[in-house]
């Protein structure tokens, strides 16, 4: 293989040869001596190569974090092809003869980034970093490939990598900054590009432009050489035979002599798993993706045929090549097919994936529905090589089963429509791009020649079950009618008929996308027909992205580092790969890996656990439970409630029962199938309500008053009730939770690397699991690839139980959660219901309001109550109203822990109430925004918990906010909008956001640091915080610097462990920078005024000469800081005594929406946010986490549904494939963020600065909010003038049911029997 850089892989020959350092990039040329078919290209760069720069994040192809750029030479094109590919789920076995460039050859910190790498790092589009080298890789193999991109290449090209930090606007930005020509020229126009050639003549490309020459060579061996594509290859390795013939003649012998064989295609993204887990019916495998008669395309006369071996991105790129404007036109068979091929999952998968695999594995699958519609016909060959014609059809309603399992399909057959036939397709994904579909259909309709009627028309629907189905009594409706409006309806009822009976979730939905593709491709074919000038608009505006950020940048020439927009200090080794995340680590000689045996019942006792069948595996060094812990099993955050391993009973599925220790990760995951768990059932529960009528409650109870609520809510002029709930939401942190526990030979002193936010708290309970000393736990964190709170109690758990098995074997072991585990079975956002009573005047003055409030905790209360208090405040601190009452309860069910999650109840609580004032809005007939502006809190106000509003910057935000937005103006458009369009809608809302920063408790606020300063004037600064992407670190320099006053390049800051500063606080609360940042400056200032004797006597000396006078002077140049916050905290359950907070953070945001009234799919179309985070320390990194912020709020809102199955009690999600946050395509398509200029605030003691990270989240309140204008704009379209309970997160399900109208009036008298439910 040629390189780290670039790799070619071979396999005859054996070991590893190290080729060449070119320009100190390494190549290598790799052979590897029996290969094994279920290793893929991300275990092989990661293990065997140590090539750790690529990601895993998901394994499952579904998130970009693996992505590098494959590359081959087509002797017959004579051309070098590059595409992108998820390392994750290419098997080493089908590189043979290509080169592999990883991210590490794309550029390095020693040699120097590529501009790409270096425009990540200006851009600000690097926070946690870990699916950085995934983007710089597919911008990089897009560079390759498209040397004059537009931006909505750019923009489809992100669509398969996902970030959680950053809201993508800078990535995209740096994508842009990345282009050939270095001034953004080729995204333009030729106009655009013409007037700015012109303006800027003497304007030479900047120096981040892409730059050829720093290109990675193609190996020109591959060149050469043909034997490396054109030889047939059998490899033999991991007990499977991979067979590669490149003939046709050679692939049928071969199957003639293994009749089981499984054939493969591309990377075998559908059928990778079953190889993976040694579930194929026999060891023997043919990769088909070399026979040139498999990978051909042919236009005939009457259609195009396609090899099956063809890939989707082949296929797009002869369409769009060779047959569009020749065969197509508006309605035709290629425009359809595109359009199916545009959807399917993302750049990476449709560089692999083949026709063939598509159609011939059991779907649902896209294009399915399509060769249904169109009357595809499938071109099968016998191993006896008879061929055989069968249509799609027939195909269909085989079950999708070939007439002899031995066939192989060799090319589809694809007829052109007719002149007088017109074919349409259509999918609805959840999400846009990188999605499967809700459900998809295409519709072909033939018209009469000679009476213009319609001849024949097909519909067909897919996705709904597994097979797609072809519609025939529709065509039975349609069939010799005239094209009137008449039909639809007649259509729709029988579409309802045909598919009522369907067993499927959310088929209420499910049906009405199927009559709304009906009406839709009905409607578009007839104008095309008749040739109408005013076309039915249908669908979402098509839009790019664009945003602006506003701050003040202190002069250059000021003398402090901090309020500069300096970037990431981690960011180029994030970059380049080169940052090392827990399981980049090296693998100790005697290292082993851990899996869990976990519960499969929500509750139940466990009778026994039976091992044998997998401790006798091959490689299973020991098993592990609650009997070899050491010291205590149980632990928790206020009561030790919690066991480590449960001894007699589980709590939730997926919970750990022991562990299975083996010498590699796969077979302790592969045996830990094998042991044996029998168990008797218990009574189990999972939802509020549930709970409610159950009384299974904690014996918390929150509860908050102000003034008289019985007498308020009696004496109100009008009054209102509601119920308003609010979902889960799941972290998906990039980097699953990961730890690798090393004992030491003496003294029981463990090292624990996990990638925690809690340092102190795995410390102290490691040490209680093993009985040692806190002083033998040391607990080192460099960094985590994003956390959001979900790095806290369950990385105690994750360590805790690495520690154990280390104890156990005495050896390193290394526990790195699968994706699937991981959403599984760690804690999420807790869903709550509010139910409350309100009583208001008529002009809109809120007088009384009482609300209870349950949360659902899973099945311990955990962090449960603190959540609670958050969103109650979070629900008390804007509006003011004279009598109150909030109630919360915690409600315990068979579901994992719910715990801290970004905003910590507090997106929740702001979600709640505004909801509540939207209401009264309504009720009233007062603006939305009026009335929030007439019951909001003003400057000097007391809150219902006693906090005297100083500084009560939300006004100013809010009315910057408005001006920014140009919010009247922008709402007169959208009445105009909604006017004229029937089937979109538009909505607007302004949110706010009051953030109570500085932990209640007062014990902890306190923080510590720890500053070495070395004779070469160097410093090591270390402080209790952890970097998980907000950028403290880099905060924390600017900090150290600025006190020091020296430049920050000399201060670094290597981990945050708990050898160096004991007992920190958690990382959280949006507290982290103020408590450390004190910290730090009380460190630094100790030794400036230790140095200041020496810098008086020598002013002139610099600071190197002054470090190593003081050494010779015997000043001890090490210093440990600390800082505590407050003296006085607050107990919520003596309301009003004490103060809750230190001071608040302040935010107003307005977001704009569009919805397709008939699907549901929305887009933001703008979000503007103005927001007070005092002086900010760095305001790129402060913008980083607004937008971010923003972004996942608005996930929560909108896409992210965390679902369970109803009878187990199993969390039904396993990744980014069927948990969809936000991608590229879902963020704001205009972005603009202010940082709130001149706040007005006290000299806080860190450069008054504020906390920010977690407040910004809760002003994505806000898109919600405008959706549900646009909800309701669509409901005032059919007459309908209630206001809607759009619930929460608004999925384009629930939307477009509140859309209402004909074909949802049809579709209510469906009876869901969803298995899978929300939480
Ligand atoms: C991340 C991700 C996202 C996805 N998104 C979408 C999406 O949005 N929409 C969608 O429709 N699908 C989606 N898919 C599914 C995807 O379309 C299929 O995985 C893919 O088309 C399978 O092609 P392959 O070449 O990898 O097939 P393989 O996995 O190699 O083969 C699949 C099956 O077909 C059989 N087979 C293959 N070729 C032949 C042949 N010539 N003759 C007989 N049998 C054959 C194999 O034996 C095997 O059983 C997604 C998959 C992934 C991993
Ligand atoms: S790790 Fe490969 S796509 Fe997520
Ligand atoms: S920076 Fe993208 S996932 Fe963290």
């Not at 052979?31 to 190569?49: F, G, H």
């Not at 199955?1205 to 972005?1231: A, Q, S, W």
């Amino acid at each position: 293989m040629l390189g780290s850089h670039c790799g070619a892989i071979r396999y005859e020959r054996h070991g590893q040869q190290f080729v060449a350092d070119r320009g100190g990039f390494l190549e290598f040329q790799i052979s590897i001596e029996n290969p094994d078919p279920k290793v893929t290209l991300i275990q092989y760069l990661r293990r065997n190569l140590y090539l750790t720069g690529t990601k895993e994040a998901c394994s499952q192809g579904a998130c970009g974090a693996c992505t590098v750029m494959i590359s081959y030479y087509n002797h017959h094109q004579k051309k070098i092809i590059h595409y992108s590919g998820n390392a994750c789920l290419t098997p080493i076995c089908s590189l043979h003869g290509m080169a592999v460039t990883t991210v590490e050859g794309v550029g390095s910190t020693r040699n120097g980034l590529h501009p790409i790498q270096r425009n990540m790092m200006e851009s600000h589009g690097i926070q946690c970093g870990f699916c950085t080298p995934g983007m710089v890789m597919t911008m990089y193999t897009f560079f390759r490939n498209n040397p004059e991109p537009n931006q909505e290449d750019m923009e489809r090209a992100l669509e398969g990598n996902l970030c959680r930090c950053t809201g993508y606007r800078p990535i995209l930005e740096a994508f842009k900054k990345s282009c050939p020509c270095g001034l953004g020229l080729c995204q333009q126009s030729a106009e655009e590009k013409k007037e700015v050639t012109e303006k800027k003549t003497d304007e030479k490309p900047t120096p981040e432009s892409y730059d050829k020459t720093q290109d990675v060579i193609f190996p020109g061996e591959l060149q050469r050489s043909t034997e490396f594509r054109d030889t047939d290859i059998l490899f033999v390795g991991g007990g499977y035979s991979w067979m590669r013939p490149v003939s046709l003649n050679k692939l049928l012998d071969m199957k003639a002599a293994s009749p089981k064989a499984t054939i493969i295609m591309g990377s075998q993204t559908a059928i990778g798993s079953k190889i993976r887990n040694n579930s194929l019916p026999s060891p023997e495998i043919i990769c088909c993706t070399q026979v040139l008669e498999l990978k051909r395309i042919v236009e005939e006369k009457d259609g195009i045929s396609i090899g099956s071996a063809v890939t989707f991105a082949q296929m797009e790129d002869y369409l769009r090549g060779s047959l569009k404007g020749k065969k197509d036109r508006d309605c035709g068979v290629v425009s359809a097919l595109l359009e199916g091929l545009r959807w399917i999952g993302a750049d990476q998968l449709r560089n692999v994936a083949t026709l063939g695999g598509h159609l011939m594995s059991v779907g649902p699958h896209d294009l399915q529905t399509f060769m249904l519609t169109v009357g595809a016909e499938l071109n099968f060959i016998s191993p006896n090589k008879k061929t055989k014609k069968l249509s799609y059809e027939k195909f269909v309603k085989n079950g999708i089963n070939v007439p002899d399992p031995q066939d192989i399909l060799v090319s589809v057959f694809i007829p052109f429509n007719k002149q007088n036939e017109y074919v349409l397709y259509s999918k609805q994904p959840f999400r846009r791009g990188m999605d499967y579909a809700v459900v998809n259909s295409g519709m072909v309709l033939r018209v009469n020649e000679k009476n213009g009627n319609i001849e024949n028309l097909r519909f067909c629907v897919g996705n709904i079950e597994s097979k797609p189905c072809l519609l025939e009594k529709v065509s039975n409706v349609a069939n010799g009618r005239s094209f009137d409006d008449k039909l639809i309806g007649e259509a729709c009822d029988v579409i309802i008929g045909e598919l009522k009976e369907c067993k499927a979730d959310s088929m209420k939905y499910k049906i009405s996308l199927a009559c709304a593709f009906f009406f839709k491709m009905y409607k578009q074919i007839s104008e095309t027909i008749k040739q109408t000038n005013e076309k039915t608009e249908f669908g979402l505006t098509p839009t790019l992205s664009s945003g602006a950020q506003y701050y003040d940048v202190p002069n250059p020439e000021a003398k402090e580092i901090v309020w500069q927009p300096i970037h990431h200090t981690a960011a180029k080794s994030l970059a380049s790969g080169e940052a090392v995340f827990i399981d980049d680590m090296p693998q100790y000689t005697n290292e082993l890996s851990m899996w869990y045996v976990t519960s499969t019942r929500a509750h139940a006792k466990i009778l026994s656990v039976d091992t044998s069948a997998a401790l006798a595996m091959p490689g299973v060094v020991d098993y592990v439970d609650h009997r070899d812990v050491p010291g205590e099993n149980m632990y928790g955050p206020l009561v030790h409630d919690i066991p480590l391993f449960p001894d007699k009973e589980v709590s939730f599925h997926g919970q750990p029962i022991g562990g299975i220790i083996a010498e590699t990760r796969e077979i302790a995951r592969a045996a830990a199938k094998l042991v044996k768990v029998e168990y008797e059932d218990l009574p189990t529960l999972f939802l509020i309500e549930d709970a409610i009528e159950k009384k299974s409650m904690d014996a918390y109870v929150a509860s908050h008053v102000n003034g008289d609520i019985e007498k308020g809510l009696a004496e109100a002029e009008m009054s209102l009730e509601g119920v308003i709930n609010t979902g889960a939401q799941e972290h998906l942190y990039m980097e699953p939770i990961s730890a690798l526990v090393v004992p030491k030979k003496e003294d029981s002193e463990v090292d624990v690397f996990v990638n925690t936010q809690e340092a102190n708290g795995c410390q102290t309970d490691v040490g209680l699991f093993l009985g040692v000393p806190n002083n033998r736990v040391n607990v080192r964190v460099k960094r985590s690839g994003g956390a959001f709170g979900g790095k806290a109690l369950d990385t105690i758990s994750a360590s805790g139980t690495a520690a154990v098995a280390a104890w156990k074997v005495n050896r390193p072991v290394r526990l790195i959660y699968t994706r699937s585990f991981d959403v599984k079975t760690t804690c999420k956002r807790h869903p709550f219901k509010a139910f409350y009573k309100a009583g208001f005047t008529k002009d809109g003055r809120v007088t009384a309001l009482s609300i209870d409030l349950y949360l659902n905790a899973g099945w311990n209360n955990g962090v449960s109550m603190f959540v609670m208090e958050l969103a109650m405040l979070a629900m008390e601190s804007t509006f003011d109203i004279p009598n109150y009452k909030g109630t919360g309860r915690i409600c315990l069910t068979n579901l994992p822990s719910n715990g801290a999650f970004r905003g910590f109840g507090g997106p929740q609580g702001n979600f709640i109430m505004h909801n509540i004032m939207y209401d009264i809005a309504k009720k009233t007939g007062i603006s939305f925004n009026r009335l929030r502006e007439m019951n909001v809190y003003k400057e000097g106000d007391k809150n219902v918990n006693g906090m005297v509003l100083k500084h009560f910057n939300l006004p100013i935000c809010w009315e910057d906010c408005k001006k920014q937005s140009k919010f009247d103006e922008v709402s007169k458009e959208i009445e105009e909008f909604n006017r004229k369009n029937r089937f979109r809608k538009r909505g607007i809302a302004m949110s706010t956001v009051v953030f109570s920063i500085g932990y209640p408790i007062v014990f902890l606020c306190q923080a510590g640091a720890l500053v070495n300063i070395y004779q070469d004037g160097s410093v090591l600064l270390t402080h209790g915080g952890i970097e998980i992407g907000q950028g403290l670190h880099t905060k924390m320099i600017q900090v150290a610097a600025t006190v020091l006053e020296i430049p920050m390049e000399k201060i670094y800051m290597s981990e945050t462990s708990t050898a160096t500063v004991p007992n920190a606080t958690e990382t959280g609360g949006s507290f982290v920078a103020d408590l450390n940042g004190g910290a730090v400056m009380n460190a630094c200032q100790i030794l400036k005024d230790r140095l200041q004797p020496l810098k008086d006597a020598m002013p002139d000396a610099p600071w190197e000469k002054l470090i190593q006078a003081a050494y010779f002077s015997r000043i001890s140049l090490s210093a440990a800081g600390f800082f505590k916050s407050r003296n006085v905290g607050y107990d919520f359950q003596k309301q009003g005594e004490g103060e809750y907070a230190l001071y608040n953070s302040y935010g107003a945001a307005c977001s704009v929406v569009e919805i397709d009234c008939l699907t549901g799919e929305h887009q933001i179309l703008k979000a503007d946010i103005v927001f007070d985070v005092g002086k900010s320390l760095n305001p790129a990194i402060d913008v980083g986490q607004i937008e971010g912020g923003f972004v996942q709020g608005a996930g929560m809102m909108t896409l992210e549904q965390v679902t369970y199955d109803k009878d187990r009690g199993e969390v039904t999600l396993y990744g980014p494939g069927n948990y969809k946050i936000p991608g590229i395509r879902n963020i704001p398509k205009e972005f603009n963020v202010s940082l709130l200029k001149e706040a007005k605030g006290e000299n806080r003691p860190l450069y008054s600065s504020k906390g920010i990270g977690e407040p910004p989240l809760l002003l994505a309140v806000g898109v919600h909010l405008a959706l549900r204008e646009a909800v309701n704009a669509a409901r005032e379209g059919h007459g309908i003038t209630d206001s809607y309970r759009l619930e929460c997160p608004a999925t384009s399900e629930r939307i477009r049911i509140g859309c209402a109208g004909p074909i949802v009036k049809k579709v209510d008298a469906i009876v869901e029997n969803n298995q899978n439910v929300q939480l």
